[in-house]
């Protein structure tokens, strides 16, 4: 048993550190790459980001958040999407004239990418759901389209670029 004792170390601290990966990226956060440019400007396609999973459970989800989450079955995709959070729950938005309102109140939105070509609402976002929108406005497959988000398909919040190395740093 004891020539074969550091190959069971070595797998010993193999399982310990998948149960510590499976951990971290269940509970935590984990890297996450963007398919799409229905961020841009804000976040790239390709970019990769740290998303946190643990303060969902102790911080409520904000207006401006940036979170990803599972798209609701009518846009019927299994990847997990990104998207801003715009509206919240009891909230009345509308888009016209190219700004988006809540509540009656034009939204400055600085991280556009354009203003949206389209009109929407007014809608009341109903209790425990959010609207969200893509920064790319006019190229975004996101709540102006297909409604409400759930807060029970939000998987986590993007908080860090991690790549390019270039723009690494905070997403706000």
């Given at each position: 048993?004891?020539?074969?004792a550091?190959?069971?170390?070595?797998?010993?601290?193999?399982?310990?550190?998948?149960?510590?990966?499976?951990?971290?990226?269940?509970?935590?956060?984990?890297?996450?790459?963007?398919?799409?440019?229905?961020?841009?400007?804000?976040?790239?396609?390709?970019?990769r980001?740290?998303?946190?999973?643990?303060?969902?459970?102790?911080?409520?989800?904000?207006?401006g958040?940036?979170?990803?989450?599972?798209?609701?079955?009518?846009?019927?995709?299994?990847?997990?999407?990104?998207?801003?959070?715009?509206?919240?729950?009891?909230?009345?938005?509308?888009?016209?004239?190219?700004?988006?309102?809540?509540?009656?109140?034009?939204?400055?939105?600085?991280?556009?990418?354009?203003?949206?070509?389209?009109?929407?609402?007014?809608?009341?976002?109903?209790?425990?759901?959010?609207?969200?929108l893509?920064?790319?406005?006019?190229?975004?497959?996101?709540?102006?389209?297909?409604?409400?988000?759930?807060?029970?398909?939000?998987?986590?919040?993007?908080?860090?670029?991690?790549?390019?190395?270039?723009?690494?740093?905070?997403?706000?």
């Open positions: 048993m004891r020539k074969f550091p190959y069971l170390s070595f797998l010993r601290d193999i399982a310990i550190g998948v149960l510590l990966w499976f951990l971290l990226t269940r509970t935590v956060g984990e890297a996450r790459i963007v398919p799409t440019p229905s961020m841009v400007p804000t976040i790239m396609m390709g970019d980001l740290w998303t946190d999973k643990l303060m969902l459970h102790f911080r409520p989800i904000a207006r958040d940036i979170v990803v989450f599972t798209p609701p079955p009518q846009v019927k995709s299994a990847d997990p999407y990104i998207k801003r959070v715009i509206g919240l729950p009891g909230d009345i938005v509308q888009v016209k004239a190219g700004t988006v309102f809540v509540n009656s109140q034009p939204l400055t939105e600085p991280y556009v990418n354009e203003k949206p070509d389209y009109v929407y609402g007014p809608v009341t976002i109903p209790a425990g759901d959010y609207l969200v893509g920064d790319n406005r006019n190229n975004s497959n996101d709540g102006h389209l297909w409604g409400f988000l759930s807060r029970d398909a939000i998987i986590s919040r993007a908080v860090y670029r991690i790549w390019p190395v270039s723009r690494f740093g905070a997403i706000k």
